[in-house]
Nanobody, 121 residues
């Protein structure tokens, strides 16, 4: 079936940068919107950024000007470039793909398993 796998998380100092990647695998015909969510410790999951099939992007106010979302449709991959990281960015980051048509039908939504991002001095 369709699987989303995130990578690129880790420990970084305040002001540093990380680049997250999420690759969707399987017999995929098309994907509508891809996005990144995060869940800080003890808090609910929240939208960080999204990019739709037409290339339009949306960002949470807290990350505007610091994070950039992009996608490579040929690779079924979405990226999140995170710059000027702050301690409050610490969270588990989850990849989401909305509206996947695949060999299993569709449209269906899929989630990655999450990758930890820790910003600390």
């Amino acid at each position: 079936q369709v699987t989303l796998v995130e990578s690129g998380g880790g420990l970084v100092h305040p002001g540093g940068s990380l680049r997250l990647s999420c690759a969707a695998s399987g017999k995929i015909f098309s994907i509508d919107t891809m996005g990144w969510y995060r869940q800080p410790p003890g808090k609910q999951r929240e939208l960080v950024a999204s990019i739709n099939g037409g290339g339009s992007t949306d960002y949470a106010d807290s990350v505007k000007g610091r994070f950039t979302i992009s996608r490579d449709n040929a690779k079924n991959t979405v990226y999140l470039q995170m710059n000027s990281l702050k301690p409050e960015d610490t969270a588990v980051y989850y990849c989401n793909a909305d509206g996947i048509y695949s060999g299993y039908g569709g449209p269906y939504d899929y989630w990655g398993q999450g990758t930890q991002v820790t910003v600390s001095s």
